[in-house]
């Protein structure tokens, strides 16, 4: 059996459709790409958008926490990388790092709920779901 990834980390260069008004990158770019981030993982994982859509389930995110320590450019090359922190009966939650070089640029935290996609209610996590992912402190 092959071993659940439990962290997901790549590199991309920002572009310049990235940079607002202040000439750096706008924080709603920020939140893309924590969401990006997420749902790259998931599909490592097997929680991706195609598996949910045959499984008739979805995720949602219930809040985002952005904490931004250093602005980005554009043409900078940048390091994301996210795991699964916590797994609960119908949510996960799942943090992030962003780093610029070996300087830590921003961090984020997202608490994600498993629903099903006709009702859009919660739906308690499967027990090999739950299984799959032992967090990462």
């Not at 008739?56 to 043409?75: C, D, M, N, Q």
């Not at 940048?78 to 916590?86: D, N, P, R, V």
């Amino acid at each position: 059996m092959s071993e659940i990834p439990k962290l997901l980390r790549y590199e991309f260069t920002v572009p310049s459709e990235a940079i607002d008004f202040n000439g750096h990158v706008d924080n709603v770019t920020y939140l893309r790409w924590f969401v990006e981030a997420a749902l790259r993982h998931a599909n490592t994982l097997g929680w991706g958008i195609e598996a949910c859509r045959q499984k008739g389930t979805g995720w949602v995110a219930k809040s985002h926490r952005i904490e931004y320590l250093r602005p980005a450019f554009e043409g900078e090359a940048l390091t994301m990388t996210t795991w699964i922190a916590e797994v609960g009966r119908i949510k996960a939650l799942r943090r992030y790092e962003l780093y610029r070089n070996d300087t830590l640029i921003a961090l984020c935290e997202s608490e994600w709920v498993y629903i099903d996609a006709q009702s859009g209610r919660p739906l308690r996590l499967p027990e090999s779901m739950q299984k799959a992912v032992n967090p990462t402190p």
